[in-house]
């Protein structure tokens, strides 16, 4: 599986952007994601969580980014979407998607995979 990543950039403190990662399963076709999610690291520091949206679309929230951050997905796509208002210099970082728990079909037969990441994306937001 891979997850594709896109959208990250250069704003100003208060600004938005739009994060947003495909799954594909290169020769196998996926049939079902539980839950996926973004992550971020800044420098010198651990990778956190952010926000993450379950299969039945329960999300959860890092703290820090409630009623600034918005996840969503489409399944029929494959996609988890970030999007990030009111931007705070805080919030620089390398944002990572990630999913859990992937059933992919193979050939003939349903293979259960897990815990896939993105490339990353930079997120700066000046001050």
């Known amino acids: 599986v891979q997850l594709q990543a896109s959208g990250g950039g250069l704003v100003q403190a208060g600004g938005s952007l739009r994060l947003s990662c495909a799954a594909s399963a290169g020769s196998g076709t996926i049939v079902s994601i539980n839950a996926m999610g973004w992550y971020r690291q800044a420098p010198g520091k651990q990778r956190e969580l952010v926000a993450s949206?379950?299969?039945?679309?329960?999300?959860t929230y890092t703290d820090s980014v409630k009623g600034r951050f918005t996840i969503s997905r489409d399944n029929g796509k494959n996609t988890v979407i970030l999007q990030m208002n009111s931007l705070k210099p805080e919030d620089t970082a390398v944002y990572y998607c990630n999913t859990d728990r992937v059933w992919v079909i193979r050939g003939a037969t349903v293979e259960e995979e897990y815990d896939y990441w993105g490339q990353g994306t930079q997120v700066t937001v000046s001050s």
């Open positions: 949206v379950t299969l039945d679309g329960t999300t």
